[in-house]
């Protein structure tokens, strides 16, 4: 007998975030505006200087609604929290949807990498992850991008045009087409569109 779909069940259970150069502008204008019932959580992977320590997600907190906080061990990723992978540490999600940190090596250069987040938080959430690209150097996050977009997650790219620097997301254009290219101002927006959204 075919098991009978609940109505009014989220679509989408995830937010996976890659940014690098620019970054921390970027992120001043991506939080704040969501609201403190936004009812996702939020995974954040950032390339910055691995003696930087928690200071960007103290701030980002004091500027937020939602929580902001560096990913500890283990924990269990919930609703209205945004987590950021710490400096040097690569965040990944397990198939329960609790984070862990690995000092793996690099993966494009970059520890923490978006790509070892995307494809990890696509191996736990499936269809049900928005995967997102911003502004930044190198080509970190477009293969996990692609890999979420294979999976049927909804997939965003800044507009290259209005990013600090381009790369990334140039490079997340030419491994696969986007559901939304969107200038940065419009992503809150965007977000909450989505995360509102229900299964069909």
């Avoid at 500890?72 to 609790?98: I, K, N, S």
């Avoid at 507009?159 to 490079?171: Q, V």
Wanted: charge should be negative; charged fraction near 15%; aromatic fraction near 4%.
């Amino acid at each position: 007998m075919p098991v009978k779909k609940v109505q009014g069940t989220r679509r989408y259970s995830a937010v996976a975030i890659a940014v690098s150069t620019g970054g921390v502008e970027a992120l001043k204008r991506v939080l704040p505006p969501l609201p403190a019932g936004f009812p996702l959580p939020v995974l954040v992977v950032i390339h910055i200087a691995a003696a930087s320590g928690d200071g960007l997600a103290r701030l980002l907190d004091g500027m937020s609604k939602l929580h902001v906080k560096e990913a500890d061990e283990g924990e269990l990723a919930v609703a209205g929290t945004v987590y950021m992978a710490p400096p040097d540490y690569h965040m990944l999600v397990e198939l329960d949807g609790g984070l862990a940190l690995t000092f793996d090596p690099p993966v494009n250069f970059a520890r923490p990498s978006a790509d070892v987040l995307f494809e990890s938080a696509c191996a736990s959430y499936g269809p049900a992850l928005i995967g997102v690209v911003l502004t930044g150097a190198g080509s970190d996050g477009a293969m996990g991008l692609a890999h979420i977009g294979a999976a049927g997650g909804y997939t965003i790219v800044q507009d290259p045009d209005d990013a600090l620097m381009d790369a990334m997301p140039c490079a997340a254009l030419a491994c696969r087409t986007p559901d939304s290219v969107v200038k940065l101002d419009a992503l809150p927006a965007l977000l909450q569109k989505l995360a509102a959204e229900v299964q069909p």
